[in-house]
């Protein structure tokens, strides 16, 4: 015999879960006009970091009593307050984005595949050949520079073989050899 009691909820569980998810939208529009809309970046693995939170948050205070809705909106106004700390640190303090944010990385010098920076990032050559392929790179020496963003995104620099080099400005930040 099937037991159904899997697809029940109390009385009043639905009605709970559409006012939570009302009230949690709206703060989530409130604390975002208030601290912007960097809030859901993902500029640093900070930003990231923070909206996974509170993704976490939304999901568990809409779907279940425990946290509160109380509880869930003070957790949203102490992340997204975190967030606009850290990002007036990061302006303001020079070493602040250090501490917060990890470096890019080069992963490849023009054609050049930098293995040490591969295996001090983590990543495959099979990963790499991915992130080519998904920039429509056709020759190896189309690429210019590949860089791991201090998101854990991979840039991929290229141009056709006969263009300009890359502005140096670009990779300013980049850090080129492992440590």
Not at 30 to 44: A, D, P
Not at 58 to 84: D, M, R, Y
Not at 94 to 115: F, H, I, Q, S, W
């Amino acid at each position: 015999m099937i037991d159904w009691t899997w697809i029940q909820a109390a009385e009043d569980a639905p009605l709970m879960i559409v006012c939570s998810a009302v009230v949690l939208y709206v703060l989530l529009i409130l604390y975002t006009r208030l601290v912007g809309l960097r809030s859901f970046s993902k500029m640093s693995g900070f930003d990231f970091a923070i909206t996974i939170a509170i993704g976490s948050i939304l999901a568990s205070v809409t779907l279940w009593q425990k946290p509160t809705l109380l509880e869930g909106a003070v957790a949203l106004g102490v992340l997204f307050g975190l967030q606009f700390v850290v990002g007036n640190l990061r302006k303001r303090l020079p070493g602040a984005t250090a501490l917060v944010d990890n470096t890019p990385l080069l992963l490849m010098d023009g054609p050049e595949v930098l293995r040490d920076n591969l295996r001090r990032a983590n990543v495959t050559e099979t990963d790499l050949r991915a992130k080519l392929r998904a920039a429509n790179v056709t020759q190896l020496e189309q690429v210019r520079a590949v860089v791991m963003e201090s998101t854990g995104d991979v840039s991929v620099l290229h141009a056709p073989p006969d263009a300009p080099p890359i502005d140096d400005v670009l990779l300013t930040d980049v850090q080129q050899e492992p440590r």
